[in-house]
């Protein structure tokens, strides 16, 4: 977080801090820890000391964001001293001028490592194409794979600096927000952390659409005294049936988060009074004995049953199989007695715990000498080791591999022999072959699923036996990328296929050098370069793989060429006519580069009719004046336009944050733009008339584009429309669910 210098009051910042110190050793001092304050203490002095006179954005002193952090580490996710302690010092090495040695020194090597995985790398070591925040990313995974509590500290450290975002400039808020979105809140929920992921994800929907998020807020508001009705009418039986057993439990009522319902009405094109959802149940008991837990869990659900009738396809057991982040609970959807389905989460405690702090939690109830080597978190773990030890990958690669598995929901597949595998929901045969071995993942030629023959691109199913149908002449194709969907395979295929291209390269090394001996010439990096401009290849590197490919072949006009004993003839332009070998003025070069040097990318840039000339609308999310937009300087310097909550969008904002600018629309409904609006009602006749004359007549909009298809009653279209703005969306839609059988009206894109 960025830092400014100033000095006010002294005695009242000292009093603040003081305050939250005792604050978290009272924290500390109150949990199941072994209480060594003084270490606490002693490391609260020196990071006091090393931030003395500096101050965040938000105006205060520096040492509070360590000390914030360090107790969301101790309160909300359950960690010990060497971590409270790594998170007080968490900022030390990067922004001051002691060193990992000297922390080393003073509180020893376990927390000193743990400091340096959270330090961020400082810059320019790993070559221009690479993403800062990517390297950073991938240094903390690094790190993490010796230690998980690097993770656990840095999504603390994330979880604080969304706390107090709104101090940042507009264009730093999508940034950190965007980031947080796609790889933190996913790495907190694969780690267990559901409290934390939840907060994550709803701060990150507010900087990123605060009008949605405010609206939500709202109506989750107003709608809470039903709510709470429902709640009370619905447990109140259950409340009965479990005191007869003698249980101690408790129920909570769970409310979807802003940000989930928001999801769900963009996923699935509703409006929030569609959604039914929004409350669920949680039961939480004590169980009468350890070796009970489970069937006492299976207790309360036939008690459930025999009050309520449940939706028989809705049982989700995850007590037998437990998620890779370690969730355990029996969710089971019941029928009130309004008429509606609610879902109800039956855990234990100890389930309560790991749910709510995840991996910490797993610690508080580990028996002494008891390791995790077979559980599913260390198996993610080595798989993204596995992934890490991959030679040279790409770093935007690897970050969108992992996020592959971050993001992934579980299914579970048997062996030929009947063993279960965990595998991300979307994983075909290939990435199973390559989840039980290279080197069968490398060889596979099909696969059989439930006994039935099947190509490498089938898509699994929960509860499908697989098996893997191998050949030692196959190897792996360039294709294969397309048919993997897990980071484990992914990773091991494109290392495979570097490998095969370093073979090639090899060979094509040797042709180049061949032919030039033969013809006399000496090999140095001016004639390789001039076969490079022949041949119409970048690089000198795509030369040799070509060559070891037999895609291309050295002759006499090459020999020419290199003599300058011939002009090049560009080997496939002079048969395309309408390919000028003209150069481009550089006049609009020039005016873009005008343009771009001119923007403040500290302030909102304002899109208008004059500015908007020389931007460029991203094809991927079709942004309109009114959408919640941000702006991204491409490198070859063009402005391009994206919605936030754009796929491409998050990538940007997660790898190249300093190339992202804050905008705001300020039209004057003078350009039209498209818009796609999904329709969907029932098929009474003169439907599509109706809709014509209402685009038509009462908004005078015209349509570019219109499908339509029934199908047993119902009618279902989708029309693109110029349109001005979001405003205009609004009116459309509002317009059209009032023509008669309309229960439909949404912009899909």
Not at 209 to 216: A, F, K, L, S, V
Not at 260 to 281: C, G, V
Not at 364 to 387: F, R
Not at 734 to 747: H, Q, T
Request: charged share 30%; hydrophobic share 35%.
């Amino acid at each position: 977080m960025s830092v400014t210098p100033a000095t006010p009051d002294p005695i009242k910042d000292e009093q603040m801090i003081n305050d939250a110190f005792r604050h978290l050793l009272d924290t500390y001092l109150a949990s199941n820890h072994r209480k060594k304050t003084e270490v606490i203490t002693k490391a609260f002095n020196f990071a006091k000391k090393a931030h003395s006179g500096v101050r965040r954005l938000s105006g205060e002193p520096y040492i509070m964001h360590p000390i914030a952090v360090a107790q969301i580490v101790c309160e909300e996710i359950g960690l010990g001293s060497t971590s409270i302690c790594a998170a007080l010092l968490h900022d030390v090495e990067e922004d001051t001028d002691y060193t990992n040695e000297d922390i080393a020194n003073l509180f020893g090597p376990k927390v000193a490592n743990i400091v340096e995985g959270l330090t961020k790398i400082s810059g320019g070591i790993f070559g221009e194409r690479a993403s800062l925040q990517a390297e950073t990313f991938k240094k903390l995974l690094l790190t993490m794979s010796d230690d998980i509590r690097v993770i656990l500290i840095k999504i603390a450290d994330r979880l604080h600096n969304m706390r107090t975002l709104s101090s940042m400039l507009p264009r730093k808020q999508y940034k950190v927000a965007g980031e947080t979105l796609y790889i933190y809140a996913p790495l907190a929920d694969r780690l267990g952390l559901n409290k934390i992921k939840m907060e994550l994800e709803d701060l990150s929907f507010h900087y990123e659409h605060p009008q949605e998020y405010e609206e939500i807020k709202s109506k989750l508001a107003k709608t809470q005294s039903e709510r709470e009705e429902i709640f009370n009418e619905f447990t109140a039986p259950i409340r009965k049936e479990l005191d007869k057993s003698g249980l101690k439990y408790h129920i909570l009522a769970r409310i979807k988060t802003p940000y989930s319902i928001w999801q769900k009405m963009q996923n699935k094109h509703i409006t929030f009074e569609e959604i039914y959802d929004i409350l669920a149940i949680r039961i939480i008991f004590e169980p009468s004995a350890p070796e009970k837990e489970v069937r006492e869990c299976f207790n309360i659900y036939v008690a459930l049953c025999s009050i309520y009738k449940p939706q028989p396809d809705r049982l989700r057991d995850w007590i037998s199989h437990p998620k890779a982040n370690g969730y355990q609970a029996l969710h089971v959807t019941l029928m009130s007695n309004r008429g509606e389905w609610i879902e109800v989460q039956i855990r234990s405690k100890r389930m309560d715990d790991i749910d709510e702090q995840g991996v910490a939690a797993h610690w508080k109830y580990k028996a002494p000498g008891e390791d995790y080597s077979d559980d599913e978190l260390s198996k993610w773990l080595h798989t993204i080791k596995e992934i890490l030890d991959d030679p040279q990958p790409d770093t935007l690669d690897f970050l969108d591999t992992i996020k592959l598995n971050l993001f992934a929901n579980e299914i579970l597949i048997f062996t030929p022999k009947g063993e279960i595998k965990t595998m991300p929901a979307g994983a075909t045969a290939l990435d199973f072959a390559f989840s039980i071995h290279s080197f069968l993942g490398s060889h596979c030629i099909g696969a059989k699923v439930n006994h039935k023959l099947v190509p490498l691109s089938h898509k699994l199913q929960s509860g499908d036996q697989v098996e893997i149908l191998t050949s030692r002449s196959q190897h792996v194709q360039p294709e294969w990328i397309q048919y993997a969907n897990t980071a484990k395979a992914k990773g091991k295929i494109r290392a495979l296929l570097r490998r095969d291209e370093r073979e090639k390269r090899a060979v094509g090394e040797d042709i180049l050098r061949k032919f030039l001996q033969e013809k006399d010439m000496e090999i140095n990096s001016a004639v390789i370069d001039k076969l490079c401009r022949f041949h119409e290849i970048p690089t000198r590197d795509g030369l040799y793989l070509a060559l070891g490919e037999k895609s291309i072949t050295l002759n006499d006009s090459d020999a020419d060429f290199i003599q300058d004993r011939r002009r090049k003839q560009p080997s496939w332009r002079k048969f395309i006519p309408f390919i000028s070998s003209k150069p481009k003025t550089a006049e609009n070069s020039d005016i873009k580069k005008v343009f771009i040097e001119g923007i403040d990318r500290k302030k909102t840039f304002i899109i208008n009719e004059d500015s908007i000339k020389h931007c460029k609308i991203a094809e991927c999310c079709h942004p309109i004046p009114g959408d919640d937009a941000l702006g991204y300087i491409d490198p070859s310097n063009e402005f391009l336009i994206h919605r936030r909550d754009c796929p491409v969008a998050e990538k940007l904002k997660s790898n190249y944050g300093n190339r992202v600018v804050a905008v705001d629309w300020q039209m004057h409904h003078i350009n039209l733009y498209p818009a796609t609006i999904y329709v969907k009602g029932i098929d009474v006749q003169g439907i599509l008339m109706a809709i014509s004359e209402v685009i038509y007549k009462q908004l005078n909009l015209n349509i570019k584009k219109l499908t339509v298809t029934t199908d047993a009653g119902i009618f279902e279209s989708e029309i693109t429309i110029n349109l001005h703005d979001t405003a205009d969306v609004k009116q459309i839609c509002s317009s059209l669910l009032g023509i008669k059988g309309i229960v439909k009206a949404v912009r899909i894109s």
